[in-house]
C-alpha cells in the first residue's frame, strides 16, 4: 500500500510540472487571501468571503505571510500541493477497512485520488483546496472510529 501511495504520491506532483515551471498566484490565491493575510493578519482568517469562511485557504495565506511577496507564487503552489496530498491521506486509513478491507485497494483509492482526470484548475492553488476538504470529509465520515463504532451511523440511530 505505502508503495502506491508513494507512487500516486510522485506522479500526483509530476501532474504539476507545467504549472511549476511558470508558478502564478490563482483566483483568489493573490488579491484576496495574500493581500488580506498581510493586511490583516490572524484575523482573516474568520473574514467571510463570497458568503462563506474560507478557512483552509486563509490559514496557509497566514502561514505562508512572512515570506517575501515575490516568493507567494511558489510558496502557494507547494503548500497547495503538500496540503492536497495530506487531505487525500484518509483513503488509506485503516478505519475504512470495513468498506475496503484490501490495504492495497485502499492505495488504489488514494491513487485514483491523486491521478483523477482534469485537474489544471484546482491544482497547486489555495483558492481550490476547500473542494479537496469536501472528499476528505466524505472520507472521513465513511471512516470507523477508534473505538470501533462507525462514523456513518450516529450513536442515536436505531
Same mark, same amino acid.
Not at 54 to 71: D, F, G, K, N, Q
Not at 77 to 104: C, D, G, K
Given at each position: ?8 504520491? !510522485?506522479?500526483? %506532483?509530476?501532474?504539476?510540472?507545467? +504549472?511549476? +515551471?511558470? &508558478?502564478?498566484?490563482?483566483? $483568489?490565491?493573490?488579491? #484576496?487571501?495574500?493581500?488580506? !493575510?498581510?493586511?490583516?493578519?490572524? !484575523?482573516?482568517? #474568520?473574514? &467571510? ?6 478557512? /483552509? ?7 505562508? $505571510?512572512?515570506?517575501? %511577496?515575490? @516568493?507567494?507564487? #511558489?510558496?502557494?503552489?507547494?503548500? !497547495? ?8 491521506? &484518509? ?8 468498506? /475496503? &478491507? @484490501?490495504?492495497?485497494? +485502499?492505495?488504489?483509492?488514494?491513487? @485514483? ?11 497547486? *492553488? #489555495?483558492? *481550490?483546496? /476547500? ?11 465513511? @471512516?470507523?472510529? +477508534? ?12
Amino acid at each position: 500500500m505505502l508503495f502506491i501511495a508513494a507512487i500516486a504520491a !510522485a506522479l500526483f %506532483v509530476l501532474r504539476g510540472l507545467p +504549472r511549476m +515551471r511558470s &508558478p502564478a498566484l490563482f483566483a $483568489e490565491d493573490g488579491q #484576496i487571501f495574500l493581500a488580506e !493575510a498581510h493586511n490583516d493578519g490572524i !484575523a482573516a482568517i #474568520i473574514t &467571510p468571503y463570497a458568503g462563506y469562511l474560507h478557512v /483552509i485557504p486563509r490559514l496557509v495565506a497566514a502561514l505562508l $505571510e512572512p515570506l517575501p %511577496v515575490t @516568493s507567494a507564487p #511558489i510558496a502557494y503552489l507547494w503548500a !497547495a500541493v503538500v496540503v492536497h496530498l495530506l487531505f487525500l491521506t &484518509p483513503a488509506l486509513s485503516t478505519r475504512l477497512a470495513w468498506l /475496503i &478491507p @484490501s490495504p492495497v485497494l +485502499r492505495g488504489g483509492l488514494f491513487a @485514483s485520488l491523486c491521478l483523477m482526470a482534469p485537474l489544471w484548475e484546482p491544482y497547486g *492553488n #489555495i483558492a *481550490n483546496l /476547500i473542494f479537496v476538504a469536501g472528499l476528505t470529509l466524505l472520507l472521513l465520515i465513511l @471512516s470507523t472510529d +477508534r473505538h470501533g463504532g462507525s462514523g456513518v451511523e450516529p450513536s442515536w440511530w436505531p
